[in-house]
């Protein structure tokens, strides 16, 4: 009897080899390219542990670079594409667009109302949600809040300089969290978070829970992207129930309070109730989430980033702090949204930490349709992921020479206009780019302008040089997060 159970467990051991070495051959039998898997990770092998998944898929880019303009790979037993040429990229994104509208994201609508927005949408839904929508995005409209972004900025300041009478040494990541914590409840769900103030808050709170998500979560969100149907019979969500329920409860009595009060506000919440005849509360809530959760992470890295490198470069700050400080002298000491834009150096600085730091730096695609590669017999089968490295585009010497160099002169007025189309995509590209991108710009650049004409900032004790990067992480964040030393200047 045992001898019978042992022979049974064997040929399923036997079965379950031979197709798994069947699968890590997917690509190789229909004449790609591939990288070599091993089980059970695919080619992810040391992703989350030792490297983040875009160090990862960097490997494999110098690897097959110069050979194709695509490699076949394997997230854990799944065939994805990883994009490698820059016009293979622009086919993806743009060009072929009709062929790789969807991002191959999972959502569940009777489960999960919250996670079911212009990310997640696909097709014909999702069209029709970002025509409405794009109007709400527009610079005019950004400007509008400019003033609460604004206003806020200034109480950062204020907080920074008063922690330190304890310290000079920060640990800047967790402030400029809270800082777009504060911003974006504003502008997003209209009301005030005031996690500058007090982080115990009961937002700040569901806010952390957001994006400090269990091994659980992550496996959940794995299983639902590669089997939705099956996710969606066992009610899986896309976004934790507890933080999905308690944003979606905030928004709806925001909405409710605001038309019984007919409070005008510039904000994203007058915004979107211009669209309450369109889109159920539901509905309207979930993008509010999207500007929320996007711009949350993404922002607070940009400007964690970028402070990284102007500690570390004293020449650049300095040239940065003469710009803010010319525009503030020659406008009566106010910050303005023209003045703003028409901060030349900051922009080039923000594009350079961009170009080093991409806060999503791996957007993909799914592919609709069997698609037939332009200029080759090679085919993609219909439903397979498609993904774009941004770390190794913004850091290939052929497009950025000596690219871990923190160099903002490489987008001047000058120089930009060399930059290979689709080698720098902080924010993607095509029509399904990242739809807050302005506000998102907007917020960093005033953030950084705040604490650059305040203080100066220099690497301490605590700063980890090189950065290390959290390798389990989606977005790329600093792993110990971020100690700067700061000195008020007078």
């Not at 051959?25 to 040391?46: A, E, H, I």
């Not at 898929?57 to 040429?85: C, H, M, Q, T, W």
Request: glycine letters at 6%; hydrophobic letters at 40%; charged letters at 25%.
């Amino acid at each position: 009897m045992l001898s019978e159970i042992l022979l049974g467990i064997t040929l399923i051991i036997f079965v379950v080899y031979l197709w798994v070495k069947k699968r890590f051959r997917y690509w190789s039998d229909l004449g790609f390219l591939q990288g070599d898997p091993s089980f059970p990770m695919g080619t992810l092998s040391g992703v989350g542990t030792k490297m983040t998944n875009a160090e990862k898929l960097n490997v494999y880019y110098r690897e097959f670079k110069g050979k194709a303009s695509f490699v076949g790979l394997y997230n854990f037993l799944s065939p994805i594409i990883l994009a490698i040429d820059p016009e293979f990229v622009k086919n993806i994104l743009v060009r072929d667009f009709q062929s790789f509208h969807d991002r191959g994201m999972y959502y569940n609508k009777e489960d999960d109302p919250l996670g079911v927005s212009t990310l997640t949408l696909n097709g014909q839904e999702w069209k029709e949600r970002r025509v409405k929508l794009t109007p709400i995005f527009t610079s005019g409209k950004i400007k509008m809040m400019f003033d609460i972004v604004d206003i806020i900025s200034n109480k950062l300041a204020r907080i920074l300089e008063d922690e330190m009478a304890k310290s000079n040494d920060l640990e800047m990541r967790s402030w400029l969290q809270k800082f777009t914590i504060d911003n974006i409840g504003n502008v997003a769900f209209g009301i005030e978070p005031n996690c500058l103030e007090d982080e115990t808050t009961e937002f700040t709170f569901y806010c952390r829970k957001m994006i400090n998500g269990s091994f659980l979560e992550a496996i959940k969100f794995l299983f639902s992207v590669e089997w939705p149907d099956l996710a969606r019979k066992l009610h899986l969500t896309f976004i934790n129930k507890e933080v999905g329920d308690f944003f979606l409860k905030t928004f709806i009595q925001t909405l409710d309070d605001r038309e019984a009060s007919q409070i005008d506000r510039n904000d994203f919440v007058k915004l979107l109730l211009g669209l309450k005849n369109t889109y159920t509360k539901d509905q309207l809530a979930a993008e509010a989430f999207l500007v929320f959760a996007g711009g949350f992470e993404t922002s607070s890295t940009l400007m964690t980033f970028a402070l990284y490198e102007l500690a570390l470069h004293p020449d650049i700050q300095d040239r940065l702090r003469e710009e803010i400080l010319s525009g503030f002298e020659d406008n009566d000491g106010k910050l303005t949204y023209e003045m703003l834009v028409g901060f030349k150096y900051l922009d080039m600085v923000v594009n350079e930490a961009l170009r080093k730091y991409p806060p999503i730096p791996i957007p993909m695609r799914k592919c609709r349709t069997t698609y037939q590669i332009p200029g080759s017999e090679l085919v993609i089968p219909e439903g397979t992921i498609v993904q774009v490295n941004l770390l190794s585009l913004h850091y290939d010497p052929e497009y950025f020479p000596e690219p871990e160099n923190f160099d903002p002169e490489r987008f001047n007025e000058e120089n930009v206009k060399n930059i290979k189309p689709y080698t720098h995509l902080p924010f993607g590209e095509g029509p399904r780019n990242c739809l807050g991108m302005r506000f998102g710009l907007m917020q960093s650049k005033i953030g950084i302008v705040k604490i650059i004409k305040s203080f100066k900032v220099s690497p301490c004790e605590k700063t980890s040089i090189p950065v290390k990067l959290k390798p389990a992480s989606p977005f790329l964040a600093p792993n110990d997060g971020m100690w700067l030393n700061l000195t008020k200047i007078e």
